[in-house]
């Protein structure tokens, strides 16, 4: 299973190049412009899966799923503050449905650590997910996001490895943009993880207002989570389709590549 083979409907959220009449360039190449495009703030709400499996232990010692994803959440905070400190976010929590942990949106570091800081999980499991609500605040809070020349999007961390999710929710509604990060065990008896992604995918191409992305790592490494996090800091008005996304290229390969004499410009150092 992987990511790199999410399907895909259309060239949702790319920026298009018109061509312009005139003469041509050297070697028959004709003009092009980018027409200009806004590219609006974000409000991003996080919404963490609280059920027992987010206590799974990582191949780290002593750290939890959950533990890692709060890491990864604060590193992301701070990566998109960096880029544009009027992003704001929010925080929710899904069991058998999504409910708030903190509505209000903030820019402010310490206001989301605090947030991050109050998640916490069952240790029982909660059964089947419905992610009905969690796409009916977020519709509710993008038009609020629209009204202010911002655009809304939802982080769904989904931990189970055999419970699908399910949704109702109008195929002609996309208002936000939702990316998912899916962790979870290793295909076995007891699981199914390539049918809840599918389930994932499905949710994602439902109501996707701009390019989702989606992540899936069975391999149990918080530094997977991490990469995977970082790529989700692309801003949707902004993104290529995932099939077409080859970054981060991995590092052997540019190796290669720079000792092949194809990249002369980018220089990989393995110093620590």
């Not at 939890?64 to 604060?74: E, G, N, P, V």
């Not at 390019?211 to 801003?235: A, D, K, N, V």
């Amino acid at each position: 299973m992987s990511s790199s083979s999410l399907p895909k409907e259309g060239n949702r959220g790319q920026m298009k190049m018109e061509g312009i009449e005139g003469d041509a360039t050297v070697g028959g190449a004709g003009r092009y412009i980018l027409n200009p495009t806004r590219i609006n703030s974000e409000d991003i709400i996080f919404c963490v899966d609280v059920d027992a499996e987010s206590l799974v232990e990582m191949k780290t010692a002593g750290v939890t799923r959950l533990d890692s994803i709060k890491q990864a959440m604060l590193l992301f905070v701070n990566s998109k503050l960096s880029i544009n400190p009027d992003h704001r976010f929010a925080f929710a929590t899904l069991s058998k449905t999504a409910s708030w942990l903190r509505k209000e949106f903030s820019s402010d570091v310490e206001s989301a650590i605090a947030a991050v800081r109050a998640l916490s999980a069952t240790t029982v499991s909660t059964g089947q997910a419905d992610l009905t609500n969690l796409f009916r605040l977020a519709a509710h809070e993008a038009k609020k996001s629209r009204a202010q020349n911002r655009i809304l999007r939802v982080i769904l961390i989904y931990c189970r490895s055999s419970i699908r999710p399910h949704h109702q929710w109008p195929v002609n509604q996309k208002l936000f943009t939702l990316d998912v990060m899916y962790l979870h065990d290793k295909p076995g008896p007891d699981n199914c993880p390539q049918a809840v992604y599918d389930a994932l995918v499905d949710a994602l191409e439902h109501v996707s207002e701009y390019e989702g992305y989606i992540h899936e790592s069975g391999h149990g490494l918080p530094r997977t989570l991490f990469r995977f996090m970082s790529m989700l800091l692309s801003h949707p008005q902004q993104r290529c389709p995932q099939d077409d996304c080859d970054i981060p290229k991995p590092l052997m390969k540019k190796s290669a590549e720079s000792a092949n004499g194809e990249d002369n410009n980018v220089h990989v150092s393995t110093s620590r």
